[in-house]
Antibody
Framework: EVQLVESGGGLVQPGGSLRLSCAAS????????MMWVRQAPGKGLEWVAN????????FSVDSVKGRFTISRDNAKNSLFLQMNSLRVEDTAVYYC??????????WGHGTLVTVSS | SDELTQPPSVSVSPGQTARITCSGD??????AFWYRQKSGQAPVLLIY???ERPSGIPERFSGSSSGTTVALAISGVQAEDEADYYC???????????FGGGTKLSVL
């Protein structure tokens, strides 16, 4: 059974940093592109970043460029999102998802990031 | 810019067919995906590559594509289908993922 479990969310002050993790199981992690998607309270889904199987190519939405970094450790079946210079508008539930083509077929339950003073 | 436009809301009576549209300039060259999200839950993939249904998704969910518009149809709508529905695709290059704004389906 495919499982994606996010962790690392919490309350952080503006300008602070957090590192999100996603533990994958039930499939061959190194064979799949992976992505992070977020959802601000009461808002829609927003793609954050994705990463190719070997970690060599990464893409991210303009609003997080230069602040967030997606990475992966295929040996540990894990996906990461390093978030620096956090802003109030980054407050959201962050989902890890496995890509199927350019969509996502499996999603984690999400981890809440709250940026507030 | 490559955006995906969905109606904010759709209402339908039980047993009828609901149709949710999604428009975007890149849709003729990029596949669309559809997700359902119930309150407090993670999204679930309903349709991939415009018309394909993952295993476990009932046949009453179907996707179609015509030019710059794709659509999700839900036949025999039930109260349990009340949820937010999102289309998703990419920009023309295929590198940047885009979500539509979401459609809230209400079952009257």
């Amino acid at each position: 059974e495919v499982q994606l479990v996010e962790s690392g969310g919490g309350l952080v002050q503006p300008g602070g940093s957090l590192r999100l993790s996603c533990a994958a199981s039930g499939f061959t992690f190194s064979n799949y592109l992976m992505m992070w998607v977020r959802q601000a309270p009461g808002k829609g889904l927003e793609w954050v970043a994705n990463i190719k199987q070997d970690g060599g190519e990464k893409f991210s939405v303009d609003s997080v460029k230069g602040r967030f970094t997606i990475s992966r450790d295929n040996a540990k079946n894990s996906l990461f999102l390093q978030m620096n210079s956090l802003r109030v508008e980054d407050t959201a539930v962050y989902y890890c998802a496995r890509q199927l083509g350019r969509g996502a077929d499996y999603w984690g339950h999400g981890t809440l990031v709250t940026v507030s003073s | 810019s490559d955006e995906l436009t969905q109606p904010p809301s759709v209402s339908v009576s039980p047993g009828q067919t609901a149709r949710i549209t999604c428009s975007g300039d890149a849709l003729p060259i990029q596949y669309a995906f559809w997700y359902r999200q119930k309150s407090g839950q993670a999204p679930v993939l309903l349709i991939y590559k415009d018309t394909e249904r993952p295993s476990g998704i009932p046949e009453r969910f179907s996707g179609s594509s015509s030019g710059t518009t794709v659509a999700l149809a839900i036949s025999g709508v039930q109260a349990e289908d009340e949820a937010d529905y999102y289309c998703q695709s990419t920009d023309r290059s295929g590198d940047y993922v885009i979500f539509g704004g979401g459609t809230k389906l209400s079952v009257l």
